[in-house]
């Protein structure tokens, strides 16, 4: 009994003294097997999506976080409409989702200054949008009549922009056309065009629609970003808060570094780019080959650089949208992205 008693006390006293240490150990242990750290990428649907499929399918953000030894979880939750994300980034529902140029300045200029204002986190498309008509005499806007009517998939996208901006170098009005203009979806709006319609006669579209919509003969393209811009203009932004850009700068650059790899794959690998795609939207009307054809049009149209920032924030200055618009592209974006070599 008395040397169970020693054996006792004796061991006692040693987790007196290597207790603290043991329970400092094991609480590391556990703290690291919980350390991994959520990085939610609101999206949406569509081609224009397809670097994010890729950071998803292949576990981008976690393979550039490990280089930065970060332990990160990243997840794409879906939304249906801007409004959603905008919310959800600011209720820290999600910590960067997806903008046009557009809403990003809109959104930067709302909380200027503030922790809640939005920067751009890292490009992800600049793919091309493009109007095409269904009457072989309408050659440009100032052939459209009266009664046409120009389908935009909502009023704050990237078509409706760019149309205004052309309305503007041809009429001298950025508004002109604006009772002409409807919503559609691209599914409706390429339905509508190519079904002969006797209303819409004009649809502004990006891939992979403007390419179904000129497969059939009696559709012809007017003009794309580039005419319009004399260059590229971003089709979607990643944008955070300055309040996560700030705390977080290894993570936007594990952001940046993984939409840049997501572009090599288009680029270098349409094939496999295509298998993602279909492997998050699946579709009746197309293949695999046809999303190929696709990517093999656009390929270089991917990656984190933004561009066009300045041509949309003069535009939306002169007609009032924004009181203070930036002097340089570099006042909205994050400082990682400024160093990033694409930039």
């Known amino acids: 009994m008395v040397n169970w008693i020693r054996r006792a006390c004796g061991a006692s006293l040693r987790l007196a003294r290597h207790g603290p240490a043991l329970l400092l150990a094991l609480s590391g242990a556990a703290s690291a097997a919980q350390a991994q750290e959520p990085v939610r990428v609101g999206i949406g649907f569509g081609f224009a999506f397809l670097p994010a499929y890729i950071c998803e399918g292949l576990k ?6 490990r280089e930065a030894h970060l332990d990160l979880k990243a997840s794409y939750p879906r939304f249906l409409g801007a409004g959603a994300v905008q919310d959800a980034i600011g209720s820290g529902g999600i910590e960067m989702g997806p903008f046009g140029v557009a809403p990003l300045l809109a959104a930067w200029e709302k909380a200027k200054g503030a922790p809640q204002q939005i920067l751009a986190v890292s490009g992800m498309t600049t793919l091309p949008v493009v109007l095409v008509a269904n009457r072989p ?19 704050s996208s990237p078509e409706t922009y760019l149309l205004k901006m052309q309305s503007e170098k041809v009429f001298g009005q950025y508004d002109r056309l604006k009772n002409q203009i409807v919503t559609l979806s691209h599914s409706e709006a390429l339905a509508a065009l190519v079904g002969g319609s006797n209303t819409v006669a004009g649809y502004f579209s990006s891939a992979p629609y403007s390419e179904i919509a000129l497969e059939d003969g009696r559709v012809h393209k007017l003009f794309s970003t580039a005419d319009v811009l004399d260059g590229k203009a971003s089709f979607l932004v990643l944008g955070a808060t300055r309040n996560y850009v700030g705390a977080h700068p290894k993570v936007v650059e594990a952001v940046i570094k993984a939409m840049d790899e997501a572009a090599g794959v288009i680029r270098d690998d349409p094939r496999r780019a295509a298998r993602i795609y279909l492997d998050h939207e699946p579709s009746k009307t197309l293949n695999a080959d046809a999303i190929e054809a696709v990517i093999g049009d656009v390929k270089d149209e991917f990656g984190s650089a933004v561009h066009g920032v300045q041509a949309f924030a003069d ?25 990033s070599p694409n930039s």
């Not at 981008?60 to 976080?65: A, R």
């Not at 005499?137 to 009023?155: E, G, K, M, S």
């Not at 535009?315 to 990682?336: C, Y």
């Open 315 to 339: 535009f939306m200055s002169r007609h009032g949208e924004l009181k203070s618009p930036p002097q340089s592209w570099k006042e909205i974006v994050a400082p990682a992205l400024l160093s």
């Open 137 to 155: 005499n309408v050659q440009n806007l100032v052939d459209f009549r009266i009664a046409d009517r120009i389908a935009v998939p909502t009023l």
């Open 60 to 65: 981008l953000i976690e393979k550039h976080g």
